[in-house]
T-cell receptor, first 114, second 115 residues
Framework: NAGVTQTPKFQVLKTGQSMTLQCAQD?????MSWYRQDPGMGLRLIHY???????DQGEVPNGYNVSRSTTEDFPLRLLSAAPSQTSVYFC?????????????FGAGTRLSVL | AQTVTQSQPEMSVQEAETVTLSCTYDTSESDYYLFWYKQPPSRQMILVIRQEAYKQQNATENRFSVNFQKAAKSFSLKISDSQLGDAAMYFC????????????FGKGTKLTVNP
């Protein structure tokens, strides 16, 4: 059972570089989300998607882009990395249901922007 | 906007004893869900327990139980017979029913288990 897979696990960028954090799930879940975790801040929602072709902004979307062309994949793009984007990033997925059961999380990507 | 507050940044407990982690939330909605997630040093987020707001009965999962007080907007987690493997960050989270699975997290409580 792969569940939610995030790559890479670690990444170091220089200010101004771009990169894409990958997220894939094999559970056929409709919902997918990206969170960032900073010390003392808990997890904050960046972007989310309720299905292929549909995305929306969360609490802290600035500096990030997403797209969802398939049910399985939900990549997060940093167009021009800034030191403020140094964080741990989590992808999560969940099935659509009348009574939510909770989200499944990937193992996270630790990103450092120098 | 909904907010979730965990007032205890750190807690400690002796192995085999019981500990309670606090969580309060602010919402004007009546139908929602509450969750506790565990994050061990491995960084993996693990769902511990789930509570549906329309249910008065408190959820229980083995050694983990909650005290859900809807009127007080309180959702505490009790861990019984604490084990060394329970040491982790614990996050309380809120989800609005009928929304888009947008979880709102508290800032977390770091639990230390002493042998």
């Amino acid at each position: 059972n792969a569940g939610v897979t995030q790559t890479p696990k670690f990444q170091v960028l220089k200010t101004g570089q771009s990169m894409t954090l990958q997220c894939a799930q094999d559970m056929n879940h409709e919902y997918m989300s990206w969170y960032r975790q900073d010390p003392g801040m808990g997890l904050r929602l960046i972007h989310y998607s309720v299905g292929a072709g549909i995305t929306d902004q969360g609490e802290v979307p600035n500096g990030y882009n997403v797209s969802r062309s398939t049910t399985e994949d939900f990549p997060l793009r940093l167009l021009s990395a800034a030191p403020s984007q140094t964080s741990v990033y989590f992808c999560a997925s969940s099935p659509r249901g009348f009574r939510p059961r909770g989200q499944y999380f990937g193992a996270g990507t630790r990103l450092s922007v120098l | 906007a909904q907010t979730v507050t965990q007032s205890q940044p750190e807690m400690s407990v002796q192995e085999a004893e019981t500990v309670t982690l606090s969580c309060t939330y602010d919402t004007s909605e009546s139908d929602y869900y509450l969750f506790w997630y565990k994050q061990p040093p491995s960084r993996q987020m693990i769902l511990v327990i789930r509570q549906e707001a329309y249910k008065q009965q408190n959820a229980t999962e083995n050694r983990f139980s909650v005290n859900f007080q809807k009127a007080a907007k309180s959702f505490s987690l009790k861990i019984s017979d604490s084990q060394l493997g329970d040491a982790a960050m614990y996050f309380c989270a809120y989800l609005l029913q009928g929304g888009s699975e947008k979880l709102v997290f508290g800032k977390g409580t770091k639990l230390t288990v002493n042998p």
